[in-house]
């Protein structure tokens, strides 16, 4: 990603607004700066366990106090790559589905074997986000947590 003399010139509105919901999240003793206890304790309210350690080496990544701009910073940074617009990230997971569902069992499969290949511990964290019945996920409902359509 080109560098910005403005670095929230290089997200859409939309994005610029989930950011500062998640900042506020993390946040937790709202006092603008993320320090590891308040992620220590965000993600605890989101039911992970992470260490003091493991939460200041994320907050490490960055050069002085971790403020909105700097969370900001790191996430283009870490996107430098580029992101999927929206219509590909659908597109993607309409590749599986079959009748507003996708077989849950393939679908693991696939993001543990190809690509940027995904953890068990991560697919299952995954997962847990997912609505599924009988071995098929959602696929609606799936698209929705992934795209801000």
């Known amino acids: ?3 910005k003399a403005n670095i929230f010139e290089s997200f859409s509105h939309s994005a610029i607004q989930q950011f500062k919901e998640a900042f506020g999240i993390m946040d937790t003793d709202k006092d603008g700066l993320l320090s590891s206890s308040d992620l220590v304790a965000a993600f605890a309210a989101h039911g992970k366990n992470v260490g003091g350690g493991e939460a200041q080496a994320m907050l490490d990544e960055v050069d002085g106090p971790m403020n909105f701009t700097q969370m900001v910073t790191l996430f283009a940074s870490k996107m430098a790559g580029g992101s999927d617009d929206d219509d ?19 679908f693991r499969h696939s993001l543990m ?8 511990s991560e697919v299952d964290d995954a997962f847990a986000e997912f609505k599924v019945d009988g071995g098929m996920i959602d696929a609606a409902h799936l698209k929705g947590l992934m795209v801000s359509k």
């Open 1 to 3: 990603m080109p560098k």
């Open 113 to 120: 074997t190809f690509g940027n290949k995904f953890s068990a």
């Open 88 to 106: 590909v990230i659908l597109a993607s997971f309409e590749a599986f589905e079959i009748d507003g569902n996708i077989d849950a069992e393939a």
